[in-house]
């Protein structure tokens, strides 16, 4: 298999797949508050702030909220780039 086609042999790339990205984080960060909830409602968790398991769910909103922003700003950039063609 040759690393290297000649322009006449090359297949042209397939069109980009459209998510909704936004939906995705969305949903993630649902179920990281669902969680949260459990940890905070579970029995005989670790002691301190109901344990590392709560924790780790907070931080999982917290990466979701930063994913919210960076997505909502790529959205906005992106729209400004296609306007000023």
Same mark, same amino acid.
């Given at each position: 298999?040759?690393?290297?086609?000649?322009?006449?042999?090359?297949?042209?790339?397939?069109?980009?797949?459209?998510?909704?990205?936004?939906?995705?984080?969305?949903? !993630?960060? *649902?179920? &990281?508050?669902?969680?949260?909830? #459990?940890? /905070?409602? @579970?029995?005989?968790? +670790?002691?301190?702030? =109901? !344990?590392? *398991?709560? &924790?780790?769910?907070?931080?999982? #909103?917290? /990466?979701? @909220?930063?994913?919210? +922003?960076?997505?909502? =700003?790529?959205?906005?950039?992106?729209?400004?780039?296609?306007?000023?063609?």
């Amino acid at each position: 298999m040759p690393l290297f086609l000649p322009p006449s042999r090359a297949k042209t790339p397939p069109p980009p797949v459209v998510t909704n990205d936004r939906r995705a984080v969305a949903v !993630g960060m *649902a179920v &990281w508050a669902v969680l949260l909830v #459990l940890a /905070l409602l @579970a029995p005989g968790s +670790a002691p301190g702030p =109901r !344990g590392l *398991a709560a &924790w780790t769910c907070v931080a999982g #909103l917290g /990466l979701g @909220a930063l994913a919210l +922003a960076y997505l909502h =700003r790529r959205r906005h950039r992106s729209t400004e780039s296609n306007a000023a063609d």
